[in-house]
């Protein structure tokens, strides 16, 4: 492919709408902890929906268990779906994992990564906040607490996600689309190409 | 051209040309035969089943997955801990990875980490189960359960344990077992021959007690964090345990994500053989700075500490390590020799409370009598400090809380003889008496307590020019009156006696 080519395409992917296409969103059928299919994406009237791309074994993301039941509870009233997107597990891990650090979050197991690579999540933890019609309306950390890996600072300074939140149930644009999460990488087989770009390093 | 200069310019010429370990042309960087090596060598011992890493690293399947993580947390030297940067002196206990093993994970990456000839795979280093280096003589064990909360601030705590020894007792080395790995991250022991550390427990309500009361009293022995491999000590050295004492272990937590207890133990490999030769710590500043004046304004981010000890007895270095909170950032200790040169005992440009690592010496430094020690702490107090404690930023001082600072570095050394030994203790002493006259004289030590506004009153009428400040000569009679008076045992043990 030609350097040309190649930026081309870069600018391309720079300058696409933050929405998913339509029929793949449809198309994500995942199965939950009892085996039932469930459209994650799909329009069901639900305002707003969030993931949250967790893995048992990340202490970055175990971290955050107690944040994320709360940030689930809080929103649940106005319109806020959530769910925790589980890649590499099995149905019991998830079971034992959510039982050990009480998640009260309905977990999808997601095998083919196809939510991460449809709306660009790469790390656990990472959370993403999408409209009715599966439009990205955030994608990024859930706060600022971790600096880097091994540094965390004793308590966050932004809580990106709730502001997020509350400006879109406020229906407001969100101020910063995406932030940098760190955590554990989500392991594709294949590098994923980004559909969007991350604006904060 | 000095020596140094071009054996450092050789060095790295060597480095240069020396092609990475399994980059040849044609022999692409494979699991088996390049990543598995490092990673079972420096990694598995913590990241398997059970033990305190987070995640296992034990075959291709769970080190591919980690591949990306792997090579930034290498490459930023997150991993493996080690806080030491490189320098005039070579530790033992060195955990950390060769420039070269670090691009071999990045190579590894680049080429779609491809697993290579498993038959290659070096088998698993044959790892022990609960305690590393055999069975302990006794097993001390946390008296009762302690509740780890799902999450909030890192928790340091101490807990009493006794130990029963109905004689005074030689040990040749000491294991920490953790109750619940994911939530125990490094712990220090201490002797309590006091009945203090009891006392303390007994008015908490919960399980031990916390950091608001002074572990000065006791005696440091040691200490264990994550990764450490335990180990006797060396040269046939000893510790000794009153009988009577009580272990006191402070523990650091840090919240896991979900509620646990932990019930910790240690375990004692005794001798019948007392220690080799004497040996003690030499603290600088002594008392982990108590009274070194640390008093670091709001919001400064280069705040530095500076002080200076003689050795006046010949001995002999054998392991070094500092000790600060949050804030510090960078620590240094230089020895200069009496012929005038100089070597670097520890350099940290990343200090990292979270870590609290003893470095061995590969080989004893020796410290004849009329070297020089400088120990440089620095601390950053400002908001962009991620470590910063408090936000905003407030002044800090010397403390035993978290909050707090302090900062010394201690090195452990051996003697000849005991009286060598007595002697450096008794220096160590004259140099605390020395900070304690200076912080008098400025007014920032004793507060309103009776017997420090007496001693105050009486420097200030030894300050015969009236500049508020003891010159050697007026300082004399007030370090033999002071060095002699009842208070100074409030200071506690200087070193192991």
Known sequence: ??????????????????????????????????????????????????????T????????????????????????????????????????????????SVGALLDPELNLAKLTGATVTPEACILGPDGEILYRGRIDDRAVKYGTVRLEPRVRDLRLAL???????????????????YISFPDPPESPLPNQEK | MHLVQKSATILSLC????????????????????????????????????????????????????AKQIVEVTEERIMPPWHADPGDVVFSNDRSLTPQQISLFADWVAAGSPEGDPSETPPLPEFHGDWQIGKPDQIATMVEPFTIPAEGRDIYRHFVIPLNLDQDTWVKGAEFLPGDPEVVHHILYFLDTTGKAREYDAEDTKPGFGMSKSNAGFRYIGGWDVGTQP????????WLIP?????????????????????????????????????SIIQIPPRFGELQGIDIAAGDKEHIEKATF????????????????????????????PDGSTRCLLRTTRWDFRWQEDYTFEEPVKLPAGTRLDVLISYDNSASNPNNPTIPPVGV?????????????????????????????????????????????????????????????????????????????????????????????????????
């Open chain 1, 1 to 54: 492919m030609s350097p040309k080519f190649l930026g081309i395409i870069i600018v391309m992917l720079s300058l696409a709408p933050a929405q998913l296409p339509g029929a793949e969103t449809e198309a994500v059928r995942l199965k939950d902890l009892s085996g039932k299919v469930v459209e994650p994406l799909a329009n069901h009237g639900q305002k707003v929906t969030v993931l949250f791309f967790l």
């Open chain 1, 56 to 103: 048992t074994e990340c202490p970055i993301g175990n971290r955050y268990a107690p944040e994320i039941t709360r940030i689930v509870q809080h929103y649940k009233d106005q319109g806020v779906t959530c769910h925790a997107i589980y890649a590499h597990e099995t149905s019991v891990e998830i079971t034992k994992h959510q039982r050990e650090y009480k998640l």
């Open chain 1, 166 to 184: 509350d400006a879109v149930l406020a229906g407001k644009p969100v101020a910063k689309k995406f932030t940098q999460p760190i955590g554990c």
């Open chain 2, 15 to 66: 480095l240069f040309f020396q092609p990475s370990q399994g980059a040849e042309k044609g022999s692409p960087v494979t699991f088996s035969k390049d990543i598995a090596p490092i990673i079972f060598e420096s990694c598995t011992t913590c990241h398997r089943p059970g033990q305190i890493g987070p995640f296992s690293l034990t075959d291709y399947k769970t080190v591919k997955r980690r």
């Open chain 2, 231 to 238: 180990s006797e000590l060396p040269y046939g050295l000893r």
């Open chain 2, 243 to 279: 009988k009577g004492s009580d272990l006191v272990v402070q523990i650091h937590y840090h919240p896991s994500g979900k509620e646990t207890t932990d019930q910790s133990s240690v375990g004692f490999h005794f001798s019948d053989e007392p220690t080799s030769r004497p040996w």
């Open chain 2, 310 to 337: 003689i050795i006046p007895e010949d001995c002999e270095a054998f392991a070094v390590n500092g000790h600060a909170h949050y804030l510090a950032k960078r620590m240094e200790l230089t020895a200069t020799f």
């Open chain 2, 397 to 497: 001082r010397w403390g035993p809380s978290t909050t707090d600072e302090m900062g010394s570095i201690t090195l452990a050394a051996m003697f000849d003889t005991q009286d060598q030994k007595m002697a450096t203790h008794e220096a160590l002493r004259i140099f605390l008496v020395n900070q304690l006259i200076d912080r008098l004289m400025e007014g920032k030590f004793g507060g309103r307590n009776k017997q420090m506004v007496q001693v105050r009153k009486l420097l200030q009428a030894l300050d015969l020019n009236q500049d508020s400040q003891l010159s050697p000569s007026e300082r004399i009679p007030a370090i033999d009156f002071i060095r002699n008076s009842d208070f100074m045992k409030r200071f506690g043990a200087i070193g192991f006696d």
